[in-house]
């Protein structure tokens, strides 16, 4: 159908493979960060750098921010310095006390690991396995690719699965409410969606709450959510 006053309604799940890592490793401080609403690379760079929160600079935060969404992906002393300019020694040194500090995250990727290397296979929290055979590959390079596959697929999987439930939830709402609205796209953590203006408010309302029930974890699901004339001119809808 076509709107009047077409408008487009961004919707997308905030930080939702960090909040995965929180609630699947158990960390009590990321848990709790995140239940308060903390700014999560702010409060990481106060915990690994230990001092207060208002003496977090940006530069911290930035080092933080780096390693809480490189972990996801496996990353490494090498790819810290990398991505921060930081010296080897200084981003492996970072590396070791965020460790030392967030044990449990550490538990959860290294039993990530050696539980896959047990059965061949990794799996989301909704039990969809991805197999990694090359974990017990005598090749290095093979085995530290799988390790990073086995490292991001149960969060990145299990974000995906929360996905698609999330619009099955969403498809049904709008046809049992009959809100004149539009699903057109899906992006990694993002729905857009095409309504008339009049009705915007209630349709993003609509949509974060169902985007936001699907899982019942440890820490909140958070949807931002924007509206605008085209997907780049977007302006964020303040929906509390």
Not at 73 to 100: C, H, K, P, V
Not at 180 to 194: F, G, I
Not at 217 to 227: C, E, H, R
Request: aromatic share 8%; hydrophobic share 40%; proline share 3%.
């Amino acid at each position: 159908a076509m709107f009047k006053d077409a408008v487009l309604i961004s919707a997308d799940y905030s930080q939702i493979e960090l909040r995965l890592m929180a609630h699947m490793s158990g960390e009590p401080f990321l848990v709790e960060a995140f239940r308060q609403g903390e700014d999560i690379h702010k409060a990481t760079a106060s915990l690994v750098y230990g001092v207060d929160a208002a003496e977090v600079t940006s530069d911290m935060r930035r080092v933080a921010k780096t390693v809480n969404f490189g972990l996801l992906y496996g990353m490494q002393a090498f790819g810290l310095s990398r991505d921060t300019g930081l010296t080897r020694q200084e981003a492996q040194a970072f590396i070791d006390q965020y460790w030392s500090r967030l044990p449990m995250v550490r538990a959860f990727f290294q039993g990530t690991i050696a539980r896959a290397t047990e059965t061949g296979y990794v799996e989301t929290l909704y039990g969809r396995r991805r197999g990694v055979p090359d974990l017990t590959s005598s090749n290095g390079m093979r085995r530290s690719a799988a390790e990073r596959v086995a490292t991001n697929m149960p969060l990145q999987g299990t974000a995906a699965d929360i996905m698609k439930i999330a619009m099955i939830n969403l498809h049904r709402e709008l046809r049992e409410q009959q809100v004149p609205a539009n699903m057109l796209l899906q992006v990694h953590d993002e729905l857009v969606l095409e309504t008339s203006q009049a009705d915007m408010q209630d349709v993003a309302r609509l949509v974060k709450t169902t985007m936001e029930s699907v899982a019942e974890l440890s820490v909140p699901l958070t949807v931002d959510a924007s509206w605008g004339p085209n997907w780049n001119d977007q302006t964020d809808l303040d929906l509390d």
